[in-house]
C-alpha cells in the first residue's frame, strides 16, 4: 500500500490518479473532460494540511475550472519523467507550474525516486569518487545528502551544487519547451524562519539566473515568498492528525494559499 493510500497526505485529503500518470495527486478526483486550468507542482501546490489550497482558491476567483495536480515529494524527476503527467499538462488550457526544488532530480552524482523525489537510491560513481571517505549507507534523503557533503566545507561541494543547477536548467527548459499549453510559473520561496536575512529550505536553491533562463519559455514568471505555518503562526489553522503538528509546521498555511492566488489571479485574467 503507498504512502499516499495510507492516509498519511493529511486529515481528510482524498487521493486520486489521472489518466496514465502513476503520481498520486489531491482528490476528489475530477472530469478531464470540460476545460481545465491545471496547477502542477509539489508539497504546496497539493495544499498539504490545508483545507483549500490555491488552486481551489483560483477556481472561486476566476470561475473557471482550476484543478489541482499537485502531489507529494513532486520535483524535478516527477514533473519531466512521468509521461501521464505531460499529457495532463498538455490537455490544459493553461499550466500554473510550481518551480520545483533544485535536489528533487537525478543526475551526475545521485538518482532519486521516480515518483518520491525527496528520496535517494543510490549514490553514483562519480560521487563515490569525489568523496571517497564518505559512507552512503545510511543517507535515503536529497537533504540528508546534501547537509552531509556540505559538512565538509571545501570546494567539492560547489561541484554538486553547479551540476544540480545545469541539470535543472536543462530539464525544466525542455520541458518547457515541449509543452503546448500556455505556462505560468510559480516561483515560490518558502522560507523556514524570520531571521534578517531568511534562509531558504535547503541548501541549494533556485537561483535568479536560473529562473531567468527558463522563464523564457513561459508566459508568466510569478515570484514570490511564503514563511511556513511554524513561522507565521497559522499552525492553528491548518488540518493535521495525531503526531502530525512537527510536519504541518514546515508547511505554509491557509493565508500563504491565498497570498499565492492572489499573486497568481491577474496574470491568469491577462492571459484569458
Known sequence: MSYHQTGSAGAGHAVCQYGESRLWFRGPERSLDTAYIGCFGGDETYGRFVESPYAAILENRLDRRCLNFGSLFCGVEALCGDAGLFNLMNGAKLCVLQAPGVLSQSNQFYRVHPRRNDRVLAPTAALVDLYPEVDFTNVHFVGHLMRLLQGYQDARFEVVADELRRNWVQKISTLLQKLDAPVVLLALKVLQNKDDVPTERGPVTVTQQML??????????????AYVSGQSDEIEDMLFGTLQQPMAEHMIGPAAHKSIADALAGPIWDLH
Do not use: G, M, W
Open 212 to 225: 531567468d533562463v527558463v522563464r523564457s519559455f513561459t508566459r508568466e514568471c510569478v515570484e514570490l515568498s
